[in-house]
């Protein structure tokens, strides 16, 4: 009995002991930073022209105000802030930690400096665990400070990803509301710049979370936008691509890419994994390729999403015959036609090759680095078209023609016109400063 009690008491005062030590090692820490910025701030005081003797004796005689006397520096107030702020964090309450992550993000926003400071300091770490909290306050005030600790600080990320943010991310996103939602989402894309070494894509809650926010129709589009982004950046590092894929991006980005407002950044992503042969195999296997793809060719006034789309398209239908064949059925000949007159020119560009391709297709043969070649037809075999097919393309080539004559007139004459308004304005002003003049005989 005496024994084990004499284990309890030498436990309970090896903990209190612990914990006095990292409290000594943490105020050494924070005294010795001070000293050190103290110290250089002095010497760029001394290393300052010196001031003539008469002024000195001059301001010798000036006696200052009592609020200018008492009033502390505003440095030494800084120091005094942080290091009170510090102290909270580490070793407050639960009340006092949200405080500490509120200040901590306001200081964090003024200074570079402070956010290096900060990190060295061991807040991030701290951060990292109320990140975890089921506190809906300290979850995003801590959220909010180390966004702003993740600016321009390549350093502060990587400390970020080591201390198990990814491992931290919320797995119900309806749970949240939008402004910690919105929080996580700009926490994560800040963090998306990280090489795939330090921000592990694949085991972490990172892919979930966006899917599952970009799938929720409570999410706002300003946050899906950010999401959007995100899994831009992801895109852009080759072993991103299998978890995005496995995860269903494909499936999200072809959803999203028919929503105008969400429509070029989905295309851009998808743009990127059509590319890889995993990306291709996902988009080949969906239901909604190639029309959804099709459909936007016709968007005249998202020129941007036309050349996304016809380059996606372009990939899928390179050396591939049942894309090619699917896409003819989905109507896209017509519509690669009203293209190449009235769309912009990288996009007429890319339909024109569309078109090559879709040429006779019963005697297209694929080359290796190029498009498909048409070889030469054989009289026996006769015309793969029917009379009435030939007119009714004939009567649409010809409803096209007069469409881009049309728009091309109306260009012309706007033109024209503020060209005569032009001359109109110069002709008066010119008949006004004339007659204003004396004539000589």
Known sequence: MSSSRTQSSSSSSSSVWQLQYM????????RSLLKSKASSRKRNFQSSPEVPRAQQDSSENVVAPPETISKPPEDENEEVV????????????????????????????????????????????????????????????????????????????????????????????????????????????????????????????????????????????????????TINNLCLVL?????????????????????????????????????????????????????????????????????????????????????????AKAGIVPVLLEVTLLGSPLVQKRAVKLLQWFKDERNVRMGPHSGPQTTRVSSGLGSPMSPRSGDEGKKMMKNLVKQSLHKNMEMITRRGNVNMENEACRLKSLIISTSSKSLTY
Request: net charge positive; proline share 2%.
């Open 23 to 30: 409290k000594l090692r943490f105020f050494t820490r924070i």
């Open 82 to 229: 942080l290091q009170r702020t510090v102290k909270k964090l580490h070793f407050g309450s639960w009340e006092e930690k949200e405080k500490a992550a509120i200040e901590i993000e306001k200081l964090a926003r003024e200074d570079k400096n402070t956010r290096k400071l900060m990190a060295e300091l061991g807040v991030l770490q701290v951060l990292v665990s109320m990140v975890g909290s089921d506190i809906a306050g300290q979850q995003i005030a801590a959220v909010r400070a180390l966004i702003q600790l993740s600016h321009g600080t390549y350093t502060n990320k990587a400390l970020m990803a080591n201390a198990g943010i990814c491992s931290k991310l919320p797995k119900n996103v309806e749970l949240l509301d939008q402004l910690t939602r919105h929080g996580f989402a700009e926490l994560i894309l800040s963090l998306s710049s990280l090489t795939n070494i330090q921000l592990p894509v694949a085991s972490s809650q990172i892919l979930p979370f966006l899917m599952d926010t970009l799938n929720s129709d409570s999410t706002d589009m300003k946050c899906k936008e950010i999401c959007l982004a």
């Open 239 to 327: 072993e991103n691509i299998a978890p995005l894929v496995t995860n269903g991006a494909v499936q999200t980005l072809l959803s999203l890419m028919l929503v105008k407002d969400l429509s070029e950044k989905a295309l851009a992503s998808l743009g990127q994994l059509v590319v890889t042969q995993m990306g291709k195999k996902a988009m080949e296997e969906c239901v909604t390729v190639p029309k959804s793809l099709i459909e936007i060719l016709t968007w005249e006034d998202k020129p941007k999403c036309q050349e996304y789309s016809a380059y996606i398209l372009m990939v899928l239908a390179h050396q591939s015959w049942s894309q090619r064949e699917k896409m």
